[in-house]
């Protein structure tokens, strides 16, 4: 079959020739129709994100949308290395799928459920998020922070507070439904304060971090209560991504003078079972309502040259 092949983790893969898939005991083969290059594909391609097997070579990939032996068009998560979902055919199991809705067509679908299940699953499983609490969304300028506004509107937050150092997405984010953006360009000593001043009078009960590193250095800096005489407040921080480092430093204090929790959200602290619950919950609730995400639509054989093109769009492959 052809697929994108994953040859050096130092180069982008290649449009070639790949063996098939061999499908074991309660797999499926699925003739792939679109597939996704979400930021969780580029790091497992270049052999940097814990999910690396760091075996060579492979399909890169994690899920899809695709038909089914007996015709079915379902969102599919790719469950067996080599075979990725960039190819014209995957394997899959019946548990790791997802009959999409008409009113879904394959290159939305492929593009939105990923993005869309960091914050659906960060909300509704993790952080236990109930209607009529806040969110701050540290990382609300990128296509899975737009969503995560979104999502948070829909499940019935009070307040959502975007942050971003975009000003032109920080406005969008305010259009999707954030009720304040928080700039962070500014240096750490107003940055912090700026946090401060929302977290409390917003009364932030979580906050979506898709960003780590000084961002997120400083949300929590904010999180820190100064003085003993104040109320504790219940704050669930969970971690997404970490586009803006991936280590912090991290005060004693802040932990011992707050409430606050922190969490991770991603492959492993939740389980592949809880991720398609969430995902079925996503395709049910986007039947009803709408939910924005831009897309671009290229050939598959068109890999190599679209591989690190500026992510104005979810890029979507086609076989």
């Not at 994953?6 to 893969?13: K, L, M, N, S, T």
């Not at 820190?224 to 991290?250: C, D, F, M, P, W």
């Not at 939910?291 to 591989?307: A, C, H, M, Q």
Request: no cysteine; charged share 20%; glycine share 8%.
């Amino acid at each position: 079959m052809n697929a994108a092949v994953v040859e050096a983790f130092e180069r982008p893969p290649r449009h070639a020739a790949f063996a098939d898939p061999v499908p074991s005991e309660n797999e499926l083969i699925v003739e792939v129709t679109a597939a996704a290059l979400h930021p969780i594909v580029r790091a497992l391609a270049a052999g940097k994100h814990y999910g690396s097997t760091g075996d060579l070579p492979f399909v890169p990939g994690v899920d899809g949308v695709g038909r089914l032996p007996d015709g079915s068009r379902v969102y599919f998560g790719a469950i067996h290395p080599p075979f990725g979902s960039f190819a014209e055919r995957s394997v899959t199991q019946p548990s790791m799928t997802l009959r999409l809705p008409d009113s879904m067509d394959d290159a939305t679908a492929a593009a939105i459920m990923n993005p869309a299940m960091s914050s659906w699953a960060a909300l509704t499983m993790r952080a236990k998020f109930a209607p009529g609490e806040s969110v701050l969304v540290l990382g609300a300028t990128g296509i899975a922070g737009h969503l995560a506004v979104q999502i948070a509107r829909h499940l019935g937050a009070a307040r959502v507070i975007a942050a971003g150092r975009n000003p032109e997405a920080l406005a969008q984010a305010a259009a999707f439904g954030a009720d304040a953006t928080i700039a962070l360009h500014h240096d750490r000593d107003v940055l912090v304060s700026d946090f401060r001043k929302h977290l409390t009078e917003s009364k932030v009960d979580v906050v979506l971090d898709y960003l780590w590193g000084p961002p997120a250095e400083a949300a929590l800096a904010a999180v820190s209560q100064k003085g003993l005489a104040h109320e504790s407040r219940r704050i669930r921080y969970v971690q997404i991504g970490n586009s803006a480092g991936a280590t912090i430093s991290l005060h004693a204090a802040t932990l011992r003078s707050s409430g606050l929790e922190l969490l991770g959200s991603g492959f492993g602290s939740a389980s592949l079972q809880q991720i398609m619950t969430a995902l079925g919950q996503f395709v049910a609730a986007a039947t009803k309502s709408s939910f924005t995400i831009p897309t671009r639509t290229v050939p598959l054989r068109e890999v190599e040259s679209n591989w690190t093109a500026p992510e104005r769009a979810r890029l979507v492959f086609r076989p």
